[in-house]
């Protein structure tokens, strides 16, 4: 590993296990891969802020694609923990124009469960459009589902944040970006931005695309599917330009609107700072969420087959569950992924929440495989930290 790569940092004492981990995780990468963010907070309090990379540092800001689903959720659940929306009211009691082509008995419940069946359009979305939630929204309010409402689920990768933040719109009379702003990142002072200031931009570095092994590619080739299937729909290769999601969220437009299912921007510690912030104190503030509202939004809605991964994919309501994923995990885990291998989670049983971000897009998409490594490094260290104190 070069010294350019080397990790550098802070961690808590009891932690040292998790930069070394974190050290050969970066060892391991091929040159130009290794810029990557680790950030951990226990109890409330930051006990890992590590990088280490050929360009990034601790403050560095990056696309975090669907991990931006996260902050999105979370603003609905206090919405819900308030009373402002009712999970078992149907979307269409918020957004009339919701309930055309049978979708008016869907409730919000089964909608943040990904049961609605409106993954995409037929046409497809331009990246103009895909960078506006009003646009996709207005789309999709008018379109067949690909299901019955409820009836199964799967992944609404690039529309569920603009499906759910115009039942908060309509509402409250407010964006799911401008509650976030206002509840969650400026009281906390997140660098986790939805909808980024033109003056941060010199903090972001683009996305890198993936970069496949041979062996790689022909595992990419081999799983490729229809433009018009389900799953094309989902990801917008249905139009007449399919989308190239790393230089959509390369994008000035993209970053500045921040669509509510993809467009976030931050740092691993933004990352880490908004789960802690939502199930334990922090600065001391109180946690967002009541024992309640964690437990609920946490809770397995939906298993089985994903009609879009074409894998088990558990969802809770917004967030994915993560018990079996990461199995290191206490039950009720709940937090979400981005597609260049981000990773965002609170572990409630634990206090933990923990946030990575990297450059390059990873093989094969969706959480970077060493978050498996990372997540047990810190589980370890948090579990001693606390069998320790418990001890003292």
Known sequence: MSTKNAVQGTVAEGFEGVREEFAAVLAEERPGHADAQLAVFAGGRQVVDLWGGDEITGTTLTSVFSSTKGAAHLVVALLVQEGVLDLDREVAHYWPEFAA??????????????????????????????????????????????????????????????????????ATGRTIQEVFEERVRAPYDLDFYLGLPEELE???????????????????????????????IAFNLSGERPTDLVALVNSRPTRAKSPASFGGVATATGLAKMYAAAISEVDGRAALLKPDTIAEFGQIHSDGYDLVVRRRHPFGLGFETYGDLYPFLGAGAFGHAGAAGSEA????????????????????????????????????????????????
């Open 101 to 170: 082509e049978g979708k008016g008995a869907l409730t919000l419940r089964d909608l943040l469960a990904h049961r609605a069946g409106v993954v995409g359009a037929d046409t497809g979305f331009s990246d103009e459009e895909l960078t506006d939630d009003r646009v996709i929204a207005e789309r999709l309010a008018a379109q067949k589902p690909y299901w019955r409402p409820g009836t199964a689920f799967g992944y609404h990768a690039l529309s569920i944040g603009a499906l759910t933040g115009e039942v908060v719109r309509r």
């Open 202 to 232: 010199p903090r972001v570095l683009d996305i890198l695309p993936m970069d496949p092994t041979p062996e790689q590619q022909a595992e990419l080739v081999a799983g490729a599917v229809s433009p018009q299937s389900v799953t094309g």
């Open 345 to 392: 989670f609170a572990d409630p049983r634990s206090g933990v929440a923990y946030g990575y971000a990297r450059r390059r897009f990873a093989f094969p998409g969706g959480p970077a495989p060493e978050n498996v490594r990372l997540g047990a490094a810190v589980l370890r260290a948090a579990t001693a930290a606390a069998a320790a104190g418990s001890a003292g």
